[in-house]
């Protein structure tokens, strides 16, 4: 685990811009990458949409059972008439409606993020030498958000606390809309005005390119960059307000909120809540200090994270489920349990980057391994790698606190449905993606500093076992 000071130095040069991006560069995001790589990269920009499209489809006209839209759009191949009727039923349609409300929900979100006070909080350096400052009023933008969202549908009566579900398939296509156009105008961007043209990685894969993205932090000024402002807001702001829209239906629809949808959104509101009160810990996390902003993330955050993160409530307004006061038992403890060590874990990690390597971890002194390391613009930079406390049991366990929640959110749903176990399925293959790419970078990027430190700390994941 790597940790550096927040505070940018005095002595920390502006970098070229007209230096080419290409050169120098030892650590970072790939840029040879193969033609296996390049199929698996063509394979998520085909089927990544088309998975969204089949949940939506599979919970609006199916109950969430899976496997009931295969079989019938398989019997409906027999017949072309068949085919198209079972096709425009099923399908989201266009609303001018969704349309609207969607990019005000956009424009909004971009105003509080623009224009909310805000502490600036710094990343960790990134591979051509910038620390770059950011916008941190995330929490403010929630609580403005949702006070907005309860006022407006229960004292104005301007809309229905339900207008997210009521509308959610003329949402899916407005997102869509807007995933691609930001998709493509990154692209773009990067080679015709990019923020920090030093940043840029090109792999020679208009498929890979566009995929994991060209640009490091693109950005409007200095302060509105992408992939803050898209991951944050509106994507997880939005997280617990879809939440509440589906219990508010699951109220219409059946006269009481269950106990499994009460308990969902306590432990969605839980991991969101924290993600604001932490933000500015979020800048030092992977999505911000290692991923381009490519599809992955501008399509990525715009309709994956929104329609599939909230999954689980789509399942619980079409399925009654009322949990026995034993499986609320222990779906609460199993979600609260992998909270504590996400929170501790990283709680950890952060005493060691304010205080550099000077404290305590579990009563004794914290054990870091001194490191140095080079970025493109020629300079020499120190960090410190954590390897005790929990970052001494693995490298990644705040990871076995992130699969805990992720189980229990699922656990919500019962066990009739494969579905809404989507979520603990996804999350596991992306963390274990992400502890490869982790050390893959951190590899380049420390060296024999990384070598020293896996002898130290050989588990990645969970002792004794990975």
Known sequence: MAVQSRKPA?????????????????????????????????????MSPIWVLYTYISCNGYSC??????????????SLEALKTLLIRELPQ???????????????????????PAQIGYGQRTPAGHLLPYKVNGLLAWVISHALYFAGGLYFGWWKLSIIHDNWGGLLIAANLYGYFL??????????????????????????????????????????????????????????????????????????????????????ATYVLDFFYNEDWYLRTIDIAHDHFGFYLAWGDSVWLPWLYTLQSHYLVRNTVDLTPVQFAITFTVGFTGYFIFRSVNHQKDIVRSTNGECMIWGKPAKVIRTSFVTSDGKTHKSLLLCSGYWGLSRHFNYVG?????????????????????????MTILLLHRIQRDHTRCKGKYGKFWEEYMKVVPYKLIPYVY
């Open 65 to 78: 059972a899976m496997s009931a839209p295969a079989l019938e759009i398989y019997t409906a191949t027999n």
């Open 402 to 426: 992130d699969l805990l929640i992720s189980l229990a959110m699922c656990m919500t749903c019962g066990t009739q449905h494969l579905l809404p176990y989507f979520y603990i399925i996804y």
């Open 94 to 116: 266009y609303s001018p409606y969704a349309m609207r409300l969607f990019f005000t929900w956009l424009t909004f979100q971009a105003v509080l993020y623009a224009f909310l």
């Open 183 to 268: 998709t493509f105008f990154c692209f773009i961007k990067a080679y015709t005005f990019p923020s920090h043209p030093a940043d840029r990685k090109f792999s020679g894969s208009f498929i890979y390119d566009l995929l994991m993205g060209i640009e490091f932090n693109p950005r409007f000024g200095k302060l509105f960059d992408f992939k803050l402002f898209h991951n944050g807001r509106p994507g997880i702001v939005a997280w617990t307000m879809i939440d509440l829209s589906f219990a508010a239906a699951q109220y219409q629809k059946i006269g009481y909120v269950t106990n499994s949808m009460i308990l969902l959104n306590l432990l969605h």
């Open 10 to 46: 005095q002595a920390d040069a502006k970098v070229d811009k007209k230096v080419d991006a290409q050169v120098g560069k030892t650590w970072g995001r790939d840029r040879d990458v193969s033609f296996g790589t390049i199929l698996i990269s063509l394979g998520i920009l085909v």
